[in-house]
T-cell receptor, first 113, second 114 residues
Framework: DAGVIQSPRHEVTEMGQEVTLRCKPI?????LFWYRQTMMRGLELLIY????????DSGMPEDRFSAKMPNASFSTLKIQPSEPRDSAVYFCASSLGGSDTQYFGPGTRLTVL | AQTVTQSQPEMSVQEAETVTLSCTYD???????LFWYKQPPSRQMILVIRQEAYKQQNATENRFSVNFQKAAKSFSLKISDSQLGDTAMYFC???????????FGTGTSLTVIP
């Protein structure tokens, strides 16, 4: 049974470039979460979707960040333009919803030079 | 707001020994869920164990068990017979009943020494 799939696993880009991170949740899960992990701030929830609808995006740091979930099996997190302080590991997680356990993807390590 | 505190930034344990990682939390909720996640060097976040607050019985998963003290708002993780593969960062997390959002602690880095 496939877990949460994220791509790419590593991304190195230059400041000012657009970055798109992708996530495929576990089939049948109806909640999807985007997290950012840094040494300074730990794990931060950026946004989550329920049934493809964004429910809480209060964690999105700036307008440079946007997230979409066009269907139940795909979500993107876009940063435009990227800045060096966006360097972090970005995780996607999914769950059946409610208070169900969240299952995490392997993460995308983003480096912005 | 909910807060989760892990007061031990780093710990080490000899292989085959037992270690306990501490976690405390603050909430006004009566019904909630607590989790321990493991993050090895591969960075993958792996669920270790989950506890429902309404259950008095402590959750166990093989070598992993918790000591859940609701009144004290404490949720420690015990790892028995530690193995080298247990070396990882361990995160405690809280979720209120009916909620979707995790509140994570800052993590404890555990090293198992051969």
């Amino acid at each position: 049974d496939a877990g949460v799939i994220q791509s790419p696993r590593h991304e190195v880009t230059e400041m000012g470039q657009e970055v798109t991170l992708r996530c495929k949740p576990i089939s049948g899960h109806n909640s999807l979460f985007w997290y950012r992990q840094t040494m300074m701030r730990g794990l931060e929830l950026l946004i989550y979707f329920n049934n493809n609808v964004p429910i809480d995006d209060s964690g999105m740091p700036e307008d440079r960040f946007s997230a979409k979930m066009p269907n139940a099996s795909f979500s993107t997190l876009k940063i435009q333009p990227s800045e060096p302080r966006d360097s972090a590991v970005y995780f996607c997680a999914s769950s059946l919803g409610g208070s169900d356990t969240q299952y995490f993807g392997p993460g995308t390590r983003l480096t912005v030079l | 707001a909910q807060t989760v505190t892990q007061s031990q930034p780093e710990m080490s344990v000899q292989e085959a020994e037992t270690v306990t990682l501490s976690c405390t939390y603050d909430t006004s909720e009566n019904n909630y869920y607590l989790f321990w996640y493991k993050q090895p060097p591969s960075r993958q976040m792996i669920l270790v164990i989950r506890q429902e607050a309404y259950k008095q019985q402590n959750a166990t998963e093989n070598r992993f068990s918790v000591n859940f003290q609701k009144a004290a708002k404490s949720f420690s993780l015990k790892i028995s017979d530690s193995q080298l593969g247990d070396t990882a960062m361990y995160f405690c997390a809280f979720m209120k009943h009916g909620g979707n959002q995790f509140y994570f602690g800052t993590g404890t880095s555990l090293t198992v020494i051969p």
